[in-house]
């Protein structure tokens, strides 16, 4: 990831969406991001900007059934979604880790489930959020 992003505070889906937008003048082909905050934190809303600003303009949901959504921008865009499925063998057994170390730029939300398999250098950003319109979102 290229240096120079910073800490976002937004009040608005659309705030959020502009946020996750900006976001992705950082990034790099081979970066693996960790989303990590609670449930209804912007994760996806942020994807979905993150995706605007990497040229996909098809529509991003959230994979929390599908577990993994690909959409192809500038790069292959990887949004997984751990929330549902936590077990390491599992996400093995799905070939997860075929996705790091490739031409792609993964985006893995409930990180926090599967670090062990994660590689050491994911990026982590943090969504707190203080009530139902104000969101901060930090590299950790």
Not at 109 to 131: K, Y
Request: with cysteine; proline share 4%; charged share 25%.
């Amino acid at each position: 990831m290229k240096p120079g992003w910073q800490e976002q505070l937004t009040t608005s889906p659309e705030e959020t969406i502009m946020a996750g937008k900006d976001f992705a003048r950082y990034v790099e082909v081979g970066d693996v991001i960790a989303l990590d905050g609670e449930l209804a934190s912007g994760k996806t809303t942020f994807m979905k900007g993150v995706a605007l600003g990497l040229g996909y303009t098809g529509r991003v949901t959230s994979p929390t059934f599908t577990l993994i959504n690909e959409y192809q921008g500038i790069s292959p865009i990887i949004h997984i979604d751990c929330y549902r499925e936590s077990s390491l063998r599992r996400w093995i057994k799905l070939g997860l880790q075929e996705y790091f170390g490739k031409p792609n730029i993964v985006f893995v939300e409930w990180a926090e489930l599967i670090r062990a398999i994660l590689p050491d250098s994911v990026i982590e950003l943090e969504f707190e959020n203080s009530d139902l319109t104000k969101r901060k979102i930090k590299i950790k």
